[in-house]
């Protein structure tokens, strides 16, 4: 069974926006934190966003600042990544990931070693 799917990834232009869903199979997988991390080709997979349980705290990446919103659903078991203004260098496959802690630090809320599953990926394409 596969802890976490992603959707709403697709081909967009420039300047358009996205809105990324992931469900997690069992409410026991979004205990702890929620996250999003992205990997564009050739390079390594780089944080994005990420929400603890309580919802109170969100952090992000300094390159999606102002232009992307996390937010959760706890009741339905799901995390969402409004993407906003969208650029070319947004071009990735977009994972979810959730973490076994609630982490409250900036820190260890962006290290992809925080997160113990993950989803499969939604590609997001932003043409120019």
């Known amino acids: 069974q596969v802890p976490l799917a992603e959707s709403g990834g697709g081909l967009v232009q420039a300047g358009d926006s996205l809105r990324l869903s992931c469900t997690a199979s069992e409410r026991t997988f979004t205990r702890g934190n929620m996250a999003w991390f992205r990997q564009a080709p050739g390079k390594e997979r780089e944080f994005v966003a990420s929400?603890?349980?309580?919802?109170?705290?969100?952090y992000y990446a300094d390159s999606v600042k102002g232009r992307f919103t996390i937010s959760r659903d706890n009741a339905k078991n799901a995390v969402f990544l409004q993407m906003n203004s969208l650029k070319p260098e947004d071009t990735a496959v977009y994972f979810c990931?959730?973490?076994?802690?609630?982490?409250?630090?900036?820190?260890?809320?962006?290290?992809?070693?925080?997160?113990?599953?993950w989803g499969q990926g939604t590609q997001v394409t932003v043409s120019s």
């Open positions: 990931a959730t973490s076994l802690t609630i982490y409250l630090d900036s820190h260890l809320a962006s290290r992809d070693q925080s997160y113990y599953y």
């Open positions: 929400i603890p349980r309580n919802g109170e705290f969100t």
